[in-house]
């Protein structure tokens, strides 16, 4: 418990300090004005959301699955349909303690179903690609930092996912509402009963703009 809670305050002050940075400027081009998003907390399967101390309410947490199967996210509102909205968050993956080739989902904008699967190392990768099989998005290095952008742009009907400021897909939006959601899951898909956890990752700076341009 006291090593958990050390981690949450060194967490809160490094979010702190990065958060007043971000809030000013998102990562990914220009004219953002700042936004905010409702959420709920969605649990299951004994999975756990730790807030984590911030400038801003709401924008890190610990997501933990202690199971096999279970949620632990943020869901939040349906994004408006006209308007282009850009979610930044960074993402660190604790640990991810399933079997090899196992997968846990941890972001998701509308399409854009990202997920980490278990390998050497684990990877990034698009699960709702031809409805079959994922696409590799890059790679995942447990305790190394990765920053993820998404751009919802309901005039194209598309959405744009970029990590570590490099756009690795864009996606155009086939279903209504489109909403995001941040955390941990296993399945990563709702409907399956594949297992992928246990599991732990951490959201840190999730903040939000609308009406720029990428």
Do not use: H
């Amino acid at each position: 418990m006291k090593t958990e809670e050390c981690i949450i305050k060194v967490l809160a002050a490094t979010a702190f300090v990065c958060g007043l940075a971000l809030s000013a400027q998102a990562q990914v081009g220009l004219g953002w004005i700042p936004t905010t998003e409702s959420s709920v907390a969605v649990t299951s399967n004994g999975g756990r959301i730790i807030p984590i101390p911030t400038a801003f309410p709401g924008s890190g947490a610990i997501f933990d699955i202690p199971n096999p199967i279970g949620t632990a996210e943020w869901r939040y509102a349906p994004l408006f349909p006209t308007n282009t909205e850009q979610l930044q968050a960074d993402l660190n993956v604790d640990w991810l303690a399933g079997a090899d080739g196992s997968e846990v989902a941890v972001l998701q904008t509308g399409p854009c179903l990202i997920a980490v699967r278990k390998l050497s190392p684990p990877e990034l990768f698009d699960t709702f690609v031809d409805a079959i099989s994922g696409k590799t998005l890059g790679q995942c290095i447990p305790g190394v930092e990765a920053r993820f952008n998404t751009i919802y742009t309901p005039a194209a009907g598309t959405v744009d996912v970029y990590i570590n400021g490099v756009n690795v897909e864009e996606k155009t939006i086939a279903a209504v509402p489109v909403f995001n959601v941040v955390g941990v899951r296993a399945p990563v898909l709702l409907s399956s009963s594949a297992s992928g956890g246990p599991a732990e990752v951490t959201w840190v700076n999730i903040l939000f703009w609308k009406d720029g341009v990428k």
